[in-house]
């Protein structure tokens, strides 16, 4: 596991619970693994290879408030460990310092000046900054630590399209396709730049449609009727328009009255492919235009400018990879039959998610204006800009854990 390694604790009993939290970590055990270090975090040995080990453990668990305190305490005890100083900008990058994060990555590069992931993650920030030049000029950098990883060129092209350099663009992920030829990502990259050059981009005009359908979907386990229930709460909350509100799902129990449900249309399907569906040329029961949401989005403010937006097609843009985040889309209800109709299993196998097919298969989909719809940790985990309509999370941690103060009062 890098940067984390095994210390000869004095206690026996902290010897094995921290050498059973390690490998639990590893078999992906999160849960348990979280609860042996809560037996011990009180006994960790005030030096600075404990806090490191156990803060570092902390974060690659997500518990990134358990972490900080150690991993700070660890970098007061030596402050010339540049992997301290690389994991106190990854907590801040994950919640929304980014400010902060820039100095603990120009620290550990002051430490160690070829540490290559400082350096690839200084030009990250400065692309979530806005600051492309600087971002072009770190990511180079980083380029040149690590010629054989891809990691960089893939970030430099996604700047290079943010930045409006399509030539550069081009050129980039036709290199990172010859590295690595099928690269996902260079497929992408690619598509987009191809449909941003040919002019294929819409861009929404000033008028107010009609406001459109709420649509989401429960298939399995994973999320509950609360979450479904919570959702439409938001939607009435955040809306002026009164909109109706679709569920798609195999089993409506537990779903507040005043939610309408629906068949999941491909009831085979699995997790996210069954957004796949929401493309279907024949889909019924949503009216002209559906403005679809993931069940762990929380509203931040009035969803009357995402429903009445003047687009048959916008969707998030992706803050870490080229390509869309699918957490919240505007379709016009069948005007992108293709999506569905070229899905199959071997497209599931190929791709990682419903997103990059979506990404393959439209790449001139229209984003939605900056900051309107954004991801907790990244751009929310303090408090949602000031123009955020939805805030969009994924993995850990979810809405129910209640990360931020703002998220206890306004989900649900």
């Keep these: 596991m890098k940067g984390l390694h095994y210390v000869n604790l004095t206690s026996m009993n902290l010897t094995e619970t921290l050498t059973r939290a390690l490998d639990l970590d590893e078999r992906g055990e999160i849960a348990q693994a979280v609860a042996c270090l809560a037996e011990i975090k009180g006994e960790i040995p005030d030096e600075p290879a404990y806090q490191k080990l156990v803060g570092m453990l902390y974060q690659r668990l997500g518990e990134d408030a358990e972490s900080l305190p150690f991993l700070t305490r660890a970098a007061v005890l030596n402050p010339e460990d540049a992997e301290v100083q690389l994991a106190l900008g990854f907590h801040h990058v994950d919640n929304a310092g980014l400010e902060e994060a820039l100095v603990y990555f120009q620290e550990t590069l002051r430490l160690d000046p070829n540490h290559q992931t400082a350096q690839m993650y200084l030009g990250r920030v400065y692309d979530f900054l806005g600051d492309f030049e600087s971002a072009e000029k770190a990511l180079i950098r980083a380029m040149m630590l690590g010629a054989e990883d891809l990691e960089p060129h ?54 107010k449609r009609d406001p459109a359908t709420v649509v989401c979907v429960k298939q399995g386990t994973k999320y509950g009727p609360d979450y479904v229930n ?47 569906s929401l493309y279907r040329g024949d889909l019924d029961g949503v009216g002209g235009r559906m403005l679809y949401f993931d069940l762990d989005v929380v509203l931040t403010g009035s969803i009357d400018p995402l429903l009445t937006y003047d687009s048959d097609f916008a969707i998030m ?20 039959p293709e999506i569905r109709d070229a899905f199959n299993a071997d497209m599931a196998a190929k791709y990682d998610g419903d997103q990059d097919w979506v990404a393959i298969m439209a790449p001139d989909a229209e984003l939605w204006p900056a900051g309107w719809c954004v991801p907790f940790r990244l751009r929310a985990a303090q408090t949602p800009p000031e123009n955020c309509k939805a805030v969009v999370f994924s993995g850990r941690p979810n809405p129910a854990d209640y990360p931020a103060d703002w998220v206890r009062e306004l989900w649900g």
């Design 317 to 336: 843009d992706n803050d870490y990879v080229p390509g869309f985040n699918t957490s919240v889309f505007l379709l016009k209800t069948g005007s992108r």
């Design 230 to 276: 919570r959702l439409a709460a938001m939607v009435r909350r955040n809306s002026s328009h009164d909109p109706d509100f679709v569920c798609f799902t195999e089993d409506a129990t537990g779903l507040d009255g005043g939610i309408r449900h629906l068949p999941l249309p491909d009831p085979d399907y699995q997790g996210w492919w069954n957004k796949v």
């Design 154 to 207: 893939i970030q430099l092209g996604r700047v290079f399209i943010r930045a409006g350099k399509l030539d550069q663009a081009e050129v980039k992920f036709r290199q990172i396709e010859d590295m690595s030829p099928g690269h996902v990502m260079a497929e992408i990259g690619a598509k987009r730049v191809a449909a941003l050059k040919a002019g294929g981009v819409a861009t929404a005009g000033l008028k």
